[in-house]
Every structure is written in structure tokens, then in C-alpha cells.
């Protein structure tokens, strides 16, 4: 029988994990997966913000529950989907969102700093999605992960934000990472998809956002302002339920149109 569009989008009785979860970006999808009825489990390092995250999302009626953990380091990903998976049972939606940034010219980036982005935002996202999926998404034949990479993954800055170029790779590094786990995953019904956000306010935009003030930063997008606490909530929506089923291997920008200006 044909669903409707209210139960194709309903994610009442799935658990989701996601990372980077206790504020920004992480902390909005996931109000939105819940809010769509799914289970949460939040993740990031530090305790204290996930205890904050997870309350706010209590108080909002949702099932939400946290764990900390170094999405940067294969034992701390290992241990967090062990005790995901005992706390939780099955996971059927995994958001992977921790992510860093570092400025710095690519003459004198450290490689140090290199290792540390392409460990978290990349490295990470692979050997979580690997756990996740063996334990949990491949026999039962169901999955949905969404990568959280960045217009930024799509190509090079302008002139006036130069200095990523190690998060500028990462991202496109997520990219071809979801097209190719899409292609292989696809056998298992288990779909994997990206959103490249543009400029939103958060903790790691915060410098840019002092240094070239938001009326600068909204003047390059095409519709004249920067992303807000609900313009993730749709598309991850639509990535996570089964009002999505028939995507895989794509990757969306959600950036006020930056990305379609010609040399922007």
C-alpha cells in the first residue's frame, strides 16, 4: 500500500547515532531526527556538553541519551559503537558530523594539524560507518548514513577566505567517500548520502564570522543570508527516512545558493 508523505518521513522505532552531536550542526539534526520520532544517541568529547545537548532534547520530548568519545581515535570509535549498539540495540541512522577546521597557508600548515582533520573528518567517518554497518545495517539489510561535508569539499576558497586547505581536502575527501560507499552499499539497502552545509554560525565559523561580519558573509549568497538553527532539519529528514529511499551516493548543498555562483 502506498505511504503518505507524513508516514514516509515518520522515523518512529529508529534509532539514530550522531556525532558531533552536543551543539551546532550535530545538535540540530538531531532534533530533527527526534522530533521525527527517532531515538538518539549524541556523541561528542566532552561530557559536560553532551549532558546540556541531550537535556535539551529530553525536554523536547525526545529519547535522548549521550556517550563521550574521540571520534578522532579508532579504539574511543570502536568503544562508542560497542556500547551504542548494547545501550540501543540496532542503529539505524548514523549522522557523521564531528568534523574540525585549522587555518593556516598551505606553506606553513602543519602536518601535524593535516593528520589531525584528515583523522577526524575523514579516517573517522569510515571506521565508524564500517562498525556501525557490520554490526548492525548490513544483515538486516537497512541503513541510512549521512556524511556531513561542507561546500567547502567542492572546491577552493576566495580570496578573502584562504587558509583551509587541509578542511577544504577533508571535505571533498567526504564527498567521493559517500559516492563510492553508496555504490557498495547500495546490495544492503543501505543508503549514504552528504550535505555540503555553507555558512552557518557555530563555534568553528565564529572567527570568520568576527573577522568578516555576517552582512558580508550573507552578501555572498544568493539569497542574501547565512543558515539558522532549522535549514539542516529537512534534508536530514529526507536523507534518514524512507521518504528518501530511492537516494544514495548524492551529496546536497544547503548554502543560500553560494555554490551555484559562477567562480564563487
Known amino acids: 500500500m502506498t505511504r503518505t508523505v507524513s508516514q514516509l518521513f515518520d522515523l518512529h522505532g ?17 532534533h530533527a531526527l527526534g522530533e521525527a520520532g527517532a531515538r538518539i544517541m549524541l556523541t561528542s568529547r566532552k561530557a559536560a556538553d553532551l549532558e546540556h545537548a541531550a537535556a535539551e532534547l529530553q525536554a523536547a520530548g525526545i529519547d535522548a541519551r549521550w556517550i563521550a568519545a574521540d571520534c578522532a581515535k579508532e579504539e ?10 548494547q545501550r540501543m540495540g540496532d542503529v539505524d541512522i548514523l549522522v557523521n558530523n564531528a568534523g574540525a577546521a585549522w587555518g593556516a597557508a598551505a606553506e606553513d600548515h602543519p602536518v601535524e594539524a593535516w593528520d589531525k582533520l584528515m583523522n577526524l573528518n575523514v579516517r ?4 565508524l560507518s564500517q562498525h556501525i554497518a557490520k554490526r548492525s545495517m548490513i544483515a538486516r539489510k537497512y541503513g541510512r548514513i549521512i556524511n556531513i561535508a561542507s561546500i567547502a569539499g567542492l572546491g577552493g576558497n576566495p580570496p578573502e577566505m584562504q587558509g583551509t586547505l587541509a578542511y577544504n581536502t577533508s571535505k571533498g575527501a ?7 560507499l553508496g555504490c557498495e552499499w547500495g546490495k ?4 549514504v548520502n552528504a550535505i555540503c552545509p555553507g555558512f552557518f554560525p557555530s563555534k568553528m565559523t565564529q572567527f570568520t564570522l568576527d573577522q568578516m561580519g555576517e552582512e558580508k558573509l550573507a552578501a555572498h549568497a544568493p539569497l542574501q543570508r547565512l543558515g539558522d538553527d532549522e535549514d539542516l532539519k529537512g534534508i536530514t ?8 529511499k530511492h537516494i544514495t551516493g ?5 548554502d543560500g545558493g553560494v555554490s551555484v555562483i559562477t567562480g564563487g
Open 14 to 30: 529508529k534509532t539514530a547515532l550522531v556525532t558531533g552531536g552536543s551543539r551546532g550542526l550535530g545538535l540540530q539534526m538531531a
Open 76 to 85: 574511543e570509535i570502536r568503544r562508542l559503537a560497542e556500547e551504542t549498539l
Open 124 to 127: 573517522g567517518y569510515f571506521i
Open 174 to 180: 567526504v564527498i567521493n567517500f559517500t559516492r563510492a
Open 188 to 191: 544492503y539497502n543501505i543508503t
Open 237 to 244: 529528514l529526507l536523507f534518514a527516512s524512507d521518504a528518501g
Open 250 to 254: 548524492q551529496w546536497l548543498a544547503v
